[in-house]
């Protein structure tokens, strides 16, 4: 009988979905753009993409969301209007008929990089993407870092500043200076015109010394972060992922050196700064992992 389960990576802007076998292959990938309007539009979308699925004889089913998972199945995502407690899980479950496993993205993508990706084989692993916004999922000692009320890993409220700015209430400290947006909004003010961080990575690699500048500056934020995790957590590996992370050196020179400079020196010497192999596919393969495992459990018991 075939193994397999079904893995659904629900975003802010694009939901994708695919069959995932208990070796990590997978097949019938599709995805679609995340309804604006947000509310039962986005359950409507997942379960039209899992029709186009091959569902028989599939173990269970894991969904990620870019926000809270509580360990009922609901979900409180802010980038997805109207889901304050969506009740994900129980909706999954009873049009699908299936075990189903809601987990954050960030966890989800350090599963999925520990599975199969650049931290195969490690047990103390922090998988930290830096796109529009920030977050870390933590493994320690094989077990996923969940915190007390599963919010362990929001990153983007980290404090690397001694100044407090009015924008770090909406979005913590950290996001608001080495995050996508505040990226933007940095060159934007240095370049005396609106740009996006993509543009402003552009311009860096054209040689625009200002837009490097821009750059540099969100790489030693992110730098001081990446010491206090070394220093807190003594990972194994860090995995970088996420859009801007895909800026390469021109960020991660400056953040590398950060990191080297501040964390504490002997565990700075044993964690290895990488990038990640498996891009998009980290979440996918992740909540499959966690989908596999769920119902590998449920079997025993």
Same mark, same amino acid.
């Given at each position: 009988?075939?193994?397999?389960?079904?893995?659904?990576?629900?975003?802010?802007?694009?939901?994708?979905?695919?069959?995932?076998?208990?070796?990590?292959?997978?097949?019938?990938?599709?995805?679609?753009?995340?309804?604006?309007?947000?509310?039962?539009?986005?359950?409507?979308?997942?379960?039209?993409?899992?029709?186009?699925?091959?569902?028989?004889?599939?173990?269970?089913?894991?969904?990620?969301?870019?926000?809270?998972?509580?360990?009922?199945?609901?979900?409180?995502?802010?980038?997805?209007?109207?889901?304050?407690?969506?009740?994900?899980?129980?909706?999954?479950?009873?049009?699908?008929?299936?075990?189903?496993?809601?987990?954050?993205?960030?966890?989800?993508?350090?599963?999925?990089?520990?599975?199969?990706?650049?931290?195969?084989?490690?047990?103390?692993?922090?998988?930290?993407?830096?796109?529009? %916004? #920030? $977050?870390? +999922? *933590?493994?320690?000692?094989?077990? =996923?870092? !969940?915190?007390?009320?599963?919010?362990?890993?929001?990153?983007?409220?980290?404090?690397?500043?001694?100044?407090?700015?009015?924008?770090?209430?909406?979005?913590?400290?950290?996001?608001?200076?080495?995050? %996508? #947006? $505040?990226? +933007? *909004?940095?060159?934007?003010?240095? =370049?005396? !015109?609106?740009?996006?961080?993509?543009?402003?990575?552009?311009?860096?690699?054209?040689?625009?010394?200002?837009?490097?500048?821009?750059?540099?500056?969100?790489?030693?934020?992110?730098?001081?972060?990446?010491?206090?995790?070394?220093?807190?957590?003594?990972?194994?590996?860090?995995?970088?992922?996420?859009?801007?992370?895909?800026?390469?050196?021109?960020?991660?020179?400056?953040?590398?050196?950060?990191?080297?400079?501040?964390?504490?020196?002997?565990?700075?010497?044993?964690?290895?700064?990488?990038?990640?192999?498996?891009?998009?596919?980290?979440?996918?393969?992740?909540?499959?992992?966690?989908?596999?495992?769920?119902?590998?459990?449920?079997?025993?018991?």
């Amino acid at each position: 009988m075939p193994d397999f389960v079904l893995a659904i990576d629900l975003g802010g802007t694009n939901i994708r979905v695919a069959r995932v076998s208990s070796a990590g292959r997978m097949s019938y990938r599709f995805e679609a753009a995340t309804p604006p309007e947000g509310g039962a539009a986005v359950i409507d979308t997942i379960l039209k993409l899992l029709e186009r699925v091959p569902q028989e004889n599939a173990r269970a089913l894991g969904v990620d969301v870019p926000g809270l998972a509580y360990s009922n199945g609901d979900v409180w995502a802010p980038n997805i209007k109207g889901w304050k407690r969506t009740p994900l899980g129980k909706r999954l479950t009873e049009e699908l008929g299936l075990p189903v496993v809601v987990g954050s993205d960030r966890n989800a993508f350090v599963v999925g990089e520990t599975w199969k990706g650049a931290a195969r084989g490690c047990s103390d692993v922090v998988f930290l993407a830096v796109g529009t %916004g #920030i $977050g870390a +999922g *933590i493994l320690s000692g094989g077990h =996923l870092l !969940r915190g007390h009320g599963g919010l362990a890993g929001c990153m983007g409220w980290m404090a690397v500043r001694d100044k407090f700015l009015p924008q770090y209430s909406k979005s913590g400290c950290l996001e608001s200076h080495a995050a %996508g #947006i $505040g990226i +933007g *909004i940095a060159a934007s003010r240095r =370049l005396k !015109r609106k740009v996006t961080a993509q543009d402003a990575y552009q311009l860096a690699i054209q040689g625009d010394k200002r837009a490097q500048e821009v750059l540099r500056e969100a790489g030693c934020y992110l730098g001081l972060a990446l010491a206090n995790l070394v220093s807190t957590l003594n990972p194994e590996i860090i995995v970088l992922g996420g859009g801007v992370a895909e800026a390469g050196e021109l960020l991660l020179k400056s953040a590398r050196e950060t990191m080297m400079l501040w964390a504490q020196p002997i565990a700075v010497k044993q964690t290895r700064l990488v990038r990640s192999r498996l891009g998009g596919a980290a979440s996918l393969l992740g909540m499959a992992k966690m989908a596999l495992d769920h119902s590998a459990i449920s079997r025993l018991g």
